[in-house]
C-alpha cells in the first residue's frame, strides 16, 4: 500500500521489507539510519522494544506504550531536526531516530470509518489484553468510553491493565469479565480468527452476539473470521482490522513524506495484495 502510494504521487520512493530478529534491533535500527532511511514501521515483537531504541519519543508512543513506526531526523544548520526528506545532498552529520505510535489513531479512525462509530460514551467489550488490546483499552478510556470490560484468557493481565486504566481514568467504569446488559463495541485483539479452523474468541454463553451494536475484528486475514460471521448473522454491524492497518499507515506515510496521505489507493491496494480482489 505504501508502494503504491508512492507511485500514485510521483515519489521516487520505496518501501521494503526486512526479516529481523529481536536481539538484532538496535543494531538494524542503527543500519537503516546511517543508509538514510526516511523511516521504518515495526510489528510485533519490535514495538515494545524499540521504546529503548530511538532517541526520542513522540507522547503517542508515551501514552500507548509501544513504538511501531519510526522517522530518522537530521539536525540542520541551524540546530533545528528535521526529517531526512529535507536534506537533499548529502546526509546531516547527526541524525536521530524519533518514535512514534500510529496505531492507537488508525484504531480511532477505524471504527469511524468503517463502523460509524465514536468512542465517546459507549459500553466496549474487549477480547485480548496484549499488546493490540491494551492499545485499545487505553485508547478507549482516553476517548470517553462510559464502561469498559476486559475479558483475557489470564485474567490476572487483565486485572492488572484494569488497575492500571482505573489510575490514569478513574471516571471510567472498568470490569473484568463479560458484561450483563448489551454493549455498543464488541472488539477482538486476541489472534483467535487468524486460522480458519480457530474458534471464536467469544464465549456465547457469556455474550450473545446479538447482544453487541458492533463488532470489530483487529484481524484482517482472513477477511470474515468466525466472529464476524456470526455478528453479521445476528445482525452486528461488522468490519475487520484492515481500515486500521490503513489507518495507521497512512500516518506514518504522513511522518515520512510530509504530504497527505492518497487513502483510497492505499486501501485498494491492500484490498489487492490481501484479498486479491
Known sequence: MHNAAFASLGLNWRYLAFE???????????????????????????????????????E????????????????????????LRQFDQALPREIRAHGFNTDAAGFE???????????TGKKVLLLGVGGAGRMAALKCASAGAAELYLVNRT????????????????????????????????LNATSLGLGREDPSPLDEEQLAPARARAVYDMIYQPAETRLLASAKAAGCQTANG????????????????????????????????????
Open 242 to 277: 484492515l481500515g486500521m492497518l490503513v489507518g495507521q499507515g497512512a500516518l506514518a506515510f504522513q511522518l515520512w513524506t510530509g504530504l497527505a496521505a492518497p487513502v483510497p489507493v492505499m486501501r485498494r491496494a491492500a484490498e489487492l495484495n490481501i484479498y486479491g480482489h
Open 155 to 186: 485474567a490476572a493481565r487483565a486485572s492488572e491493565l484494569a488497575a492500571e486504566i482505573g489510575r490514569q481514568f478513574p471516571a471510567l467504569r472498568v470490569t473484568v469479565g463479560y458484561p450483563k446488559s448489551k454493549v455498543d463495541l464488541l
Open 60 to 83: 503517542s508512543a508515551r501514552l500507548w506504550g509501544a513504538v511501531n513506526t519510526i522517522r530518522f531526523e537530521g539536525r540542520g544548520p541551524d540546530g533545528q531536526w528535521l526529517p
Open 109 to 119: 479512525h477505524a471504527l469511524l470509518e468503517d463502523l460509524q462509530l465514536k468512542l
Open 20 to 58: 529481523v530478529r529481536p536481539e538484532n534491533l538496535r543494531q538494524a535500527l542503527l543500519g537503516a539510519r546511517d543508509m538514510g532511511f526516511a523511516g521504518v514501521n515495526l510489528t510485533v515483537p519490535h514495538k515494545i522494544l524499540a521504546l529503548d531504541c530511538v532517541d526520542i519519543l513522540d
